[in-house]
């Protein structure tokens, strides 16, 4: 079985901290997404990542890839109130997409 | 990216009784998925819905408790079947349209409470 843990699990901060979601596998997988989730709806995707080692920026979001493709971190620069919501990572193998167990994050005015 | 509409986006249901959850895509597409999510929690595969085929379940998931049919490459349907208040979830169906790299597309859910 395929497990991503991420951690950590809840993240309360203040409007214009920093943070970073960890994503931990002892699995490989060809590629991994990371999504975010409001309530009411599903997720949305915020990147997918291939290369090992590789890193991609979205504004002040920053997505890292392990080297092994076993793990990988996203990386938030000064959070603002509308950051908050369900973070996931989800790693891809054989035409299955699975999902970690999830980072809530709140950001407070 | 696909446009998934859902349906019922939530219900109530008394236990004993079946559920069957409709996710309409506005394109073809292969392969359609049916995830759960407890609350609280991440998302669970239930099962993989391919046209013409059975569906691939996932361990822990049978087809008996969670039947569901493809009748064609826009439309599937997932029955919750003799339901328990611990089926009390979100039920949500994903597509992946065009490549991998831009990732799945979730419709918006269906969130179950079985009293």
């Known amino acids: 079985t395929q497990l991503l843990e991420q951690s950590p699990q809840f993240l309360s901060i203040q409007e214009g901290e920093n943070l970073t979601v960890y994503c931990n596998s002892s699995s490989v997988f060809s590629s991994l997404q990371w999504y975010r989730q409001e309530p009411g709806e599903g997720p949305v995707l915020l990147v997918t990542v291939v290369t090992g080692g590789e890193v991609k920026k979205l504004k002040r979001l920053t997505f890292q890839f392990g080297d092994a493709r076993k793990d990988s971190s996203l990386h938030i620069t000064a959070a603002q109130p509308g950051d908050t919501g369900l973070y996931l990572c989800?790693?891809?193998?054989?035409?299955?997409?699975?999902f970690g167990t999830g980072t809530r994050l709140q950001v407070f005015p | 990216s696909a446009v998934i509409s859902q349906k019922p986006s939530r219900d109530i249901c008394q236990r004993g009784t079946s559920l069957t959850i409709q996710c309409q895509v506005d394109?073809?597409?292969?392969?359609m998925f049916w995830y759960r999510q407890q609350p609280g929690q991440s998302l669970t595969l239930i099962a993989t819905?391919?046209?013409?085929?059975?569906?691939?379940?996932e361990s822990g998931f049978v087809i008996d408790k969670f039947p569901i049919s493809r009748p064609n490459l826009t439309f599937s349907t997932l029955t919750v079947s003799n339901m328990s208040p611990e089926d009390s979830s979100i039920y949500l169906c994903?597509?992946?349209?065009?490549?991998?790299?831009?990732?799945?597309?979730f419709g918006s859910g269906t969130r179950l409470t079985v009293v």
């Open positions: 819905a391919n046209q013409g085929s059975e569906a691939t379940y």
């Open positions: 394109s073809q597409v292969t392969m």
């Open positions: 989800a790693g891809y193998n054989t035409d299955k997409l699975i």
């Open positions: 994903s597509v992946v349209t065009g490549t991998l790299f831009y990732g799945y597309t």
